[in-house]
């Protein structure tokens, strides 16, 4: 993805603009920003050059493929040819707008490229990562001048703390801003495996299903120690709105997905509670234990018990759903 901020450049003349994808140049695929400058130093004599480019319009969801002819024959070699036809990394220029977050009440806009914080020159993203997380009360705001339209402007941002999850999906509180980069990340190639031996197959199906098994309980200790935020429990909802999703992907996501959700209501229905059969088991246990069963009064008391902790839980899974429904729309 690029960045085009002045519309008197070379780039912008030919009809680049800023969130351009560069698919290809001259037929040569295009994958990481550190492809561009030498492909464009390896055709520079070919006139004229050919870049094939995508548009991906984020309100519509819809994608444009269009190609570029652009002459690189009048540069010369005593600067970056990507600074003289004014191309720059993309980065730095706000894609999208959170709704009534700090960025968005203070006026910055989609395409805005970011120039400055605090009173220092930006060069990455990582930078005003920094710079947000970083920040303290005591500062009472964050000086950004951003470029829009050729001119800079400045702003002045206060960031707001929210609840984030971490890599290990336990839940953060720090500052944002409420601003997303126009960051494109390159795809895994995709693949395609075909197994035609059922058996092979069975084989393949156990063992995935040990792997999530696995995942799925460390995620549920973590949960019980508190490493893991609550608002990750979901209910009825949710499933519909993950099946829903894979679905859209395809009949195997939808399948995997479906397989994840049996493996998951496994595990929860082996919890030592009364009325699912984990608490059946430990009920069970401690019959072998005592060698007599449990009076009745006994297992009625544990059953009521065991049913207001289930509802709830549902009650609070319904909870969370409705939270997150809310919150996306």
Do not use: C
């Not at 993805?1 to 680049?16: C, D, H, Q, R, Y």
């Not at 990481?32 to 309100?59: A, C, V």
């Not at 009173?119 to 920040?135: A, I, M, P």
């Amino acid at each position: 993805m690029i960045g085009v901020p002045n519309k008197e450049s070379l780039a912008a003349k030919a009809g680049l603009l800023t969130f351009d994808v560069v698919d290809s140049i001259n037929g040569v695929e295009v994958t990481y920003w550190r492809q561009i400058e030498p492909l464009l130093n390896k055709f520079k004599n070919i006139s004229p050059l050919k870049l094939s480019i995508r548009s991906f319009d984020i309100d519509t969801k819809k994608q444009v493929k269009r190609d570029i002819s652009i002459s690189l024959l009048s540069l010369n070699d005593s600067t970056s040819l990507l600074q003289q036809l004014g191309i720059v990394r993309s980065d730095l220029f706000l894609l999208e707008i959170r709704s009534k977050s700090p960025a968005d009440l203070v006026g910055l806009k989609k395409g805005d490229l970011v120039v400055k914080l605090n009173g220092h020159n930006v060069q990455t993203w990582q930078t005003v990562l920094d710079e947000v997380k970083s920040f303290s009360p005591e500062q009472e705001h964050l000086q950004m001048v951003i470029l829009r339209d050729g001119s800079e402007k400045t702003f002045s941002v206060k960031p707001e703390q929210i609840d984030l999850p971490n890599e290990s999906g336990a839940t953060e509180t720090r500052y944002a801003i409420g601003v997303v980069p126009a960051i494109l990340s390159a795809q895994n190639s995709p693949y395609f495996q075909r197994t035609l031996n059922p058996l092979v197959a069975l084989a393949g199906g156990v063992e995935q299903s040990w792997v999530w098994t696995k995942l799925i309980s460390i995620s549920l200790v973590r949960l019980v120690q508190n490493e893991v935020s609550a608002r990750n429990i979901g209910g009825i909802i949710t499933i519909g709105r993950v099946a829903s999703k894979s679905f859209e992907v395809g009949l195997v996501a939808f399948l995997k997905m479906m397989a994840i959700i049996s493996i998951n209501l496994f595990l929860l229905n082996l919890l030592p509670v009364p009325v699912l059969d984990g608490g059946h088991l430990v009920f069970f246990s401690i019959e072998a234990l005592k060698g007599t069963p449990l009076s009745f009064k006994k297992l009625e008391i544990a059953q009521q018990v065991g049913l207001v902790l289930l509802l709830s839980l549902m009650l609070f899974a319904l909870f969370n759903d409705i939270t997150h429904l809310i919150s996306s729309w």
